[in-house]
T-cell receptor, first 113, second 113 residues
């Protein structure tokens, strides 16, 4: 399975932008890049996903390198509610039409008031 | 729209026993995936069901099994419990063909003593 590498932890000041990096040098051409986050005592929550082009949604932006070997999740203005573990995940189609997410260790983001 | 629900939320079992966990997906979602989350191994994929058929299975022993009913509700069963099975078991549902975005339940915390 293709793997991702993320920093174990990061800190950010409240109301400042946050850039969470992810390396995925073994990504295949059909793998999508996903970001999920997990708040304490909750299940993971979808944040954003993309294939080749940069993506924006109401929660965040995803910047994908041209060679697709790395990506960055951008939170434009961190709030205390954004403190969570952020997972960078490669998703791909397995046999029989199944789509599988392979989670890594994630980055624990702390937001400082 | 109600989210993914999992029952029970907490469970304590003894080694050697078996356990059944239940997951009710979001209405209209036909794909259900199960994950095991432990501090040491992180989130690991167990299996995925779609239209009552298992489409994909992770690298877990045969003691872990599951099924899906015609209303898309899913159950997973673990037989002959071991101490190492203590974990948070998460299920996630998604729309058919849109497994890029999976919605996770709060999980069932299983403790094996």
């Amino acid at each position: 399975d293709a793997k991702t590498t993320q920093p174990n932890s990061m800190e950010s000041n409240e109301e400042e932008p946050v850039h969470l990096p992810c390396n995925h040098s073994t990504i295949s051409g059909t793998d999508y890049i996903h970001w999920y986050r997990q708040l304490p005592s909750q299940g993971p929550e979808y944040v954003i996903h993309g294939l080749t082009s940069n993506v924006n949604n109401r929660m965040a932006s995803l910047a994908i390198a041209e060679d697709r070997k790395s990506s960055t999740l951008i939170l434009h203005r961190a709030t205390l509610r954004d403190a969570a573990v952020y997972y960078c995940i490669l998703g791909g189609w397995s046999g029989a039409g199944s789509y599988q997410l392979t989670f890594g260790k994630g980055t624990k983001l702390s937001v400082i008031p | 729209k109600a989210g993914v629900t999992q029952t029970p939320r907490y469970l304590i079992k003894t080694r050697g026993q078996q356990v059944t966990l239940s997951c009710s997906p979001i209405s209209g979602h036909r794909s259900v995936s199960w994950y095991q989350q432990t501090p040491g191994q992180g989130l690991q994929f167990l299996f995925e069901y779609f239209s009552e058929t298992q489409r994909n299975k992770g690298n877990f022993p045969g003691r872990f099994s599951g099924r899906q009913f015609s209303n898309s509700r899913s159950e997973m069963n673990v037989s002959t419990l071991e101490l190492g099975d203590s974990a948070l078991y998460l299920c996630a549902s998604s729309l058919a063909g849109q497994s890029y975005e999976q919605y996770f339940g709060p999980g069932t915390r299983l403790t094996v003593t």
